[in-house]
C-alpha cells in the first residue's frame, strides 16, 4: 500500500468513526449561534469553563497594559494559564509567580515557516523566561509537500528543546488543511511525541470547528490532548467545543466565556 492509499484508508476510517464523512467543517460562527449542538458535554457553568482556558493574548501591537490586565483576569477568574507571545513570558511569568496559572508561550508564530533550530532556541528561551508549555506552529508547507520526516523532525526539534514537566501543543493550523493533510499532522505530532494538537493559530483565517475537533479526537486517542482555538468567543462555543473532544480552549473573549457575555476578537 503507497502512502497516498494509507492517507485515504486512515482518513475514511476516522472520518467514518466520527459520523461527519459527509460534512463540511462548521464554522465557529455558528456555533456561537447556537445552530450547532455541542452533544454529550457536562452541564458546565461558564464559572467551571475557566479550568479549561489558556487566556491569550498574542496581537503584536498590544501595549505592557494589555498583559497587565491579561494577568490581572486569569488571576480573578483563575483561567488554567495565560498564552501570549515568547518576547512577554519573562514579564508576565513574573506577575503570576506563586499564583498556580501556569504561562505558556507561543513558538514559531504565527507562519511556523522559520528553521526547527530556530523554534528550539526560541523555546528553550521562553522555558528559561518562566514558561512551562509550549504552543508551536507546525511547519504547514513541509506537511503540504508531503515531507512528514521533516515534519516530525521539526516538532521533535522542540520535544528535545523542552523539560521533562514541559507540555507541548502542535498547532496544526487546520484552516490551511485538506482532511488528509488534519490526518497527518495528528498522526506526526503524535509519533514526535507532544502533548497536544491545536487547531489554529487564529492568524490565518478559519478557525476551530466541531467537525475537526471530533477528528482530531479520533486520531490520538485518549492519550494526547486536543485545544480548540480560533472562533472560541462565547460560552455556548466554549462549550460546544468542549463537546466535541477539547480538553483546552485558546481565547481572548475568556472572561466573556465565564461570565456568560457576548465575546469578541479574532482569536
Given at each position: ?86 518576547g512577554r513570558v519573562a514579564y508576565v511569568a513574573r ?46 508547507g513541509l506537511l503540504k509537500s508531503g515531507d512528514l ?119
Amino acid at each position: 500500500m503507497d502512502q497516498n492509499q494509507l492517507i485515504e484508508k486512515i482518513v475514511t476510517e476516522v472520518l467514518a468513526r466520527v459520523g461527519s464523512a459527509a460534512a463540511a467543517p462548521a464554522p465557529a460562527a455558528a456555533i456561537a449561534a447556537g445552530a450547532v449542538s455541542a452533544g454529550a458535554v457536562p452541564a458546565l457553568a461558564p464559572s467551571d469553563i475557566a479550568k479549561y482556558i489558556d487566556h491569550t493574548m498574542l496581537r503584536p501591537e498590544a501595549p505592557t497594559s494589555a498583559f497587565d490586565k491579561l494577568c490581572d483576569e486569569a488571576l480573578k477568574y483563575r483561567f488554567f494559564s495565560v498564552c501570549v507571545n515568547s518576547g512577554r513570558v519573562a514579564y508576565v511569568a513574573r506577575r503570576l509567580q506563586g499564583t498556580g496559572i501556569k504561562v505558556c508561550s507561543v513558538v514559531g508564530f504565527p507562519l511556523g515557516a522559520m528553521t526547527s533550530r530556530s523554534k528550539a532556541f526560541e523555546t528553550r528561551e521562553a522555558i528559561d523566561d518562566g514558561a512551562s508549555e509550549i504552543d508551536m506552529v507546525i511547519n504547514v508547507g513541509l506537511l503540504k509537500s508531503g515531507d512528514l520526516r521533516g515534519v516530525e523532525e521539526d516538532i521533535r526539534a522542540v520535544r528535545r528543546a523542552t523539560r521533562a514537566n514541559t507540555l507541548l501543543k502542535v498547532i496544526i493550523e487546520t484552516a490551511l488543511l485538506t482532511q488528509e493533510d488534519k490526518v497527518l499532522a495528528c498522526e506526526v505530532s503524535k509519533k514526535a511525541g507532544a502533548d497536544f494538537v491545536k487547531t489554529c493559530t487564529g492568524f490565518a483565517g478559519g478557525g476551530a470547528s466541531v467537525e475537526d475537533l471530533q477528528l482530531m479526537r479520533s486520531i490520538v486517542g485518549k492519550e494526547m490532548g486536543v485545544k480548540a482555538s480560533g472562533g472560541v468567543r462565547t460560552y455556548k462555543s466554549a462549550l460546544a467545543f468542549l463537546g466535541a473532544g477539547a480538553n483546552r480552549l485558546g481565547a481572548v473573549s475568556s472572561v466573556a466565556i465565564v461570565t456568560g457575555a457576548e465575546g469578541s476578537g479574532s482569536y
